[in-house]
């Protein structure tokens, strides 16, 4: 039966196509319910759509067809003068991916659309194969490689030549693993290309492989008349000085390296997914989820799935998020406890993975699958989205990523679109797009830190880490001076960052092995001085190190925090003199709100000046504000509201054109210019009045 989306079609058919040219739609009894005339010559490929509507075929006639699921012809996609031997739907099932001779072509359903093309391989390519998850797509032909591409045809992963051509390609429905197929040869790689595994099984060469749908197992057509099975074992996860490890389909090893103990923990039923972190194990098996604590390995916590097909788990610090194929999105506590269900109209979920999906112990962002421009905000505590439409950014969004630490209400969400630039925005703020801010281009791939709002990522060569990223809000000079880097060449070619915990970054190589490098401990201390409001010290430990980028992270974090003294001398470690006297000009306001205002200025957040200028009463700061910003229009709409300081709005405004040598022409202004008459003595005499009246409140 064909998979379709994660799940049996409803009428359990299966499709053969045979080298007369025809292909038979045939019931799961075995009985032939209709055969049609596809192709002059054998068919070669076949394939269900992911939604099971439509069928594609290629054959040795170079025709590929698009067929409705009764056996309809719907149109002739391609025609090419060579047969084609392999064909995959896209993620949206809205293009057709296929191989002819050395090339490999991506064609859209849409007639008028344009399609893709590049030169994949030096030899005849006999197989390809797209993933719905990660949207990558992997080769394999007779110039005995396999290569990993993505959807725009940039080369991702080049292997070795094999001794025998590659003959089959098969993605795992997860997207995180595939499996290559040649003679008497079965690989396990990895999505990024390396290899997990190498089995040499006395088969021939191996035509056809196909996944479970759990992805757990793999079955192989091969060349001797045999079907091969293989399953997924030796999988190895790691968190701190835990190392767990599937030795077999149903027996997990956790080895603690630091007391060098060792526990067995056996299972009911055939381990799917497996996720550490946080202090809890979580392991879905064919039927149930287990939560372990890593204090106690001998009583978790187990309830019953609905699923079957766990593509993924992702921990945060008080929750966990599991990913089911067909189910979709559940969110639990460590106690078992479901929390919700999120999902939007029109989620696709067999297209969910760990680079589409964030999620913190408050929030829950999903990129939508429509259109990966497009992503969705979630409260995890009720599951309903934050904002009436998804959020939208100018390009498609490759991975996303959630601060865990810190007030819900700062929550940061840090994105790298299509062109590889990084972006940080406040995702719970009540107008998050505001509060969009590009930190970097040439970006691979981030990860912040488990305990604090630190951000590493890897970009244009080298490894970057802010201390403290936040500051993009604060002062966006402060943000070059709050990031360290170091040069990423001893990594290798495309590394991924796989983990950020305590004073080590974890980095996987492109030939799989894992690095690590170190990272100073000195930034963890100061957030945790500031998280408890130690601002003594935070300064002794920043004289003690002598660091300009921590010196720069406590300046950000002491201004956003408006304790102006800690602020006043950061910046004075890091030689930004006007700012130490703005800042201390500052001090010297005697009025709490004015002073509230001046700080959100200094941070350029004019908005939320004025807004505590006016909630403080003071009416007239708020229309000065306006004023020295030239946001003319403004400061009379805030006096004509408030009743006070017409005339003073109208003055300012004269000697500002008259100053450039300009005539009114606003409307507005020329209305109340001919009302109010302006008179510098009574306007002077009602500052000096607001400002006395201030310094008494």
């Not at 497009?374 to 009436?388: P, Q």
């Amino acid at each position: 039966p064909s998979n379709v989306g994660g799940r049996q079609s409803a009428s359990e058919l299966f499709v053969l196509g045979t080298t007369d040219g025809k292909f038979h739609l045939v019931s799961k009894n075995g009985r032939f319910e209709k055969s049609v005339e596809a192709h002059n010559g054998a068919v070669i490929a076949i394939k269900w759509s992911k939604n099971g509507n439509s069928l594609v075929t290629a054959g040795e006639d170079g025709q590929v067809k698009i067929w409705s699921r009764s056996g309809m012809l719907r149109s002739t996609l391609a025609q090419v003068g060579s047969p084609v031997y392999s064909v995959a739907w896209g993620p949206d099932s809205e293009q057709i991916l296929y191989a002819c001779g050395k090339q490999i072509i991506i064609k859209p359903l849409a007639p008028s659309a344009k399609s893709t093309q590049w030169k994949g391989h030096d030899g005849l390519i006999m197989k390809v194969d797209w993933s719905s998850v990660n949207n990558l797509i992997v080769s394999g032909a007779e110039d005995r490689k396999y290569k990993v591409w993505d959807s725009y045809g940039r080369l991702l992963f080049s292997s070795h030549p094999h001794h025998y051509p590659i003959m089959s390609v098969s993605w795992s429905p997860n997207g995180q693993m595939f499996a290559v197929g040649a003679f008497n040869t079965l690989r396990l790689c990895d999505k990024s290309g390396w290899c997990y595994s190498l089995d040499k099984p006395n088969t021939g060469s191996i035509y056809s492989l196909d996944w479970s749908r759990d992805s757990t197992l793999v079955a192989g057509g091969c060349g001797n008349g045999h079907v091969i099975f293989a399953g997924v074992v030796n999988q190895t996860i790691e968190w701190k000085h835990l190392v767990v490890t599937l030795q077999e389909e149903k027996l997990l090893l956790v080895e603690d390296v630091v007391n060098n103990t060792k526990d067995q923990l056996e299972f009911r039923d055939r381990v799917v997914k497996m996720s550490l972190g946080w202090d809890h194990l979580v392991v879905t098996t064919s039927s149930q989820c287990l939560i372990y604590s890593t204090s106690n390995w001998n009583t978790p916590l187990i309830f019953d799935l609905k699923g079957l097909t766990t593509s993924a788990i992702l921990l945060a610090r008080k929750l966990f998020l599991i990913v089911d194929s067909v189910q979709g999105l559940s969110v639990y506590s460590y106690e078992g406890r479901l929390i919700c269900s999120p999902k939007y109209s029109g989620i696709r979920t067999d297209s969910l993975n760990v680079n589409n999906i964030a999620v913190s112990s408050d929030t829950l962002v999903l990129v939508d699958s429509r259109d990966t421009r497009a992503y969705h905000v979630f409260d995890v505590n009720t599951g309903r989205e934050l904002t009436d439409k998804p959020l939208y950014h100018s390009q498609e969004l490759l991975t996303v990523a959630l601060d865990q630490y810190g007030n819900t209400n700062e929550r940061c969400l840090g994105f790298v679109d299509k062109n590889n630039d990084l972006f940080l925005v406040q995702i719970r703020h009540s107008n998050p797009l505001t509060k969009l801010k590009k930190l970097g281009g040439m970006v691979t791939t981030v990860m912040w830190h488990d305990t604090t709002n630190m951000l590493s990522a890897l970009q244009d060569g080298r490894f970057t880490v802010w201390y403290y990223p936040r500051a993009v809000y604060i002062d966006t000079e402060l943000l070059p001076q709050s990031k360290v880097f170091k040069d990423a060449g001893e990594f290798g070619k495309n590394p991924q960052i796989v983990s950020f915990l305590g004073h080590h970054c974890t980095l996987r190589r492109s030939d799989g092995s894992l690095v690590s490098t170190a990272v100073s401990p000195y930034p963890t201390i100061l957030q945790n001085y500031v998280s408890k409001t130690s601002w003594d010290d935070a300064v002794r430990l920043c004289r003690f190190v002598k660091d300009a980028a921590l010196w720069a992270s406590l300046a950000a974090m002491a201004t956003a925090a408006k304790e102006l003294n800690t602020a006043e001398i950061a910046y004075a470690a890091i030689n930004e003199t006007e700012k130490v006297e703005y800042i201390s000009y500052i001090k010297d306001i005697s009025n709490k709100a004015a002073r509230n205002a001046e700080m959100s200025l200094f941070c350029k957040q004019t908005g939320e000046a004025e807004g505590t200028l006016l909630q403080g009463g003071l009416v007239y700061r708020a229309i000065r504000l306006n004023i020295d910003l030239f946001r003319w229009n403004r400061a009379l709409e805030l006096a004509v509201k408030h009743k006070t300081h017409v005339d003073t709005v109208l003055a300012y405004r004269k000697k500002y054109l008259e100053d450039f040598g300009l005539e009114e022409s606003d409307s507005v202004f020329l209305q109340y210019s001919k009302e109010i008459a302006v008179d510098w003595t009574t306007i002077q005499n009602k500052i000096n009045m607001e400002l006395e009246n201030e310094r008494g409140k």
